[in-house]
């Protein structure tokens, strides 16, 4: 299975051909523990079988062109898509082969003590995490609804095809899912879940500044 997926990882695609993510594989409990505190606590992570850590990794265009830290922005955004394309294509392999997976974007909280945790040089930074293992059934949950199609698929060109009534419909059906889940439930709509979520997020001020720490340009 773990073969599996790390082919699935490495033959992902990977922008002009880079090559620039590393995957970071959290076997140990006493490390996986110290990730899951410093990343905010509340989330499960130390109780999750292992984390895959996908990392951007300039450290071979570094040593092999002409590059130099700091690596330019369209690098950066160029390494955010590549990871996220390896993290789904992990995600894929490992849940057709029956596991269950959560990607966790929370690891981010804490980028530079967990850089400092895994010996991260200059040049690399962790963006996304997986976390996977053998789904417990006791806690599997129906799938959660997504907006209506027709607000997030369009042809040829942009259709604003966003009114009240499918609004309505889908806050209510968000609402119900919420409201019967089995972990987590709570009475809150999709507009009111997603309005809390935002009040939460970091300033983006200061994931700019701990990028920076490993090399990454903004300019
Ligand atoms: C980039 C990214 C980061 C995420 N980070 C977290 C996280 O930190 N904690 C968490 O519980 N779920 C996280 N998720 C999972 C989403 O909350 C989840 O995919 C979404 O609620 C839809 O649920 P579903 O995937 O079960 O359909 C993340 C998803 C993505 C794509």
């Not at 922008?15 to 505190?37: A, H, N, S």
């Amino acid at each position: 299975m773990i073969h599996k997926i790390k082919r699935a990882i490495r033959q992902s695609s990977s922008t002009c051909f880079f090559q620039i993510v590393t995957t970071i594989r959290i076997t140990d409990k006493e490390l996986l523990g110290k990730i899951g505190e410093i990343s905010g606590g509340t989330m499960r992570l130390a109780q999750a079988p292992e984390l895959w850590l996908f990392c951007l990794d300039f450290t071979k265009l570094l040593r092999t062109t002409d590059l130099k830290l700091p690596i330019p922005f369209d690098l950066f955004f160029a390494g955010i898509n590549d990871t996220s394309i390896c993290c789904q294509s992990a995600l894929v392999a490992a849940e057709s082969q029956g596991l269950s997976c959560v990607i966790v974007g929370g690891i981010k909280r804490s980028l530079s003590e967990l850089c400092a945790l895994l010996n991260l040089p200059q040049g690399v930074a962790p963006v996304v995490g997986l976390c996977l293992g053998y789904g417990d059934p006791e806690f599997f949950e129906q799938q959660k609804p997504r907006m209506p199609e027709s607000w997030t698929f369009m042809e040829n060109t942009y259709q604003d095809n966003f009114n009240e009534v499918e609004l309505d419909s889908y806050n209510q059906e968000m609402f119900d899912y919420y409201v019967s889940r089995k972990t987590n439930n709570k009475g809150q709509t999709w507009s009111e879940a997603a309005q809390e979520m935002l009040a939460k997020q970091p300033k983006v001020s200061a994931l700019i500044e701990l990028y920076k720490k490993q090399g990454i340009s903004f300019e």
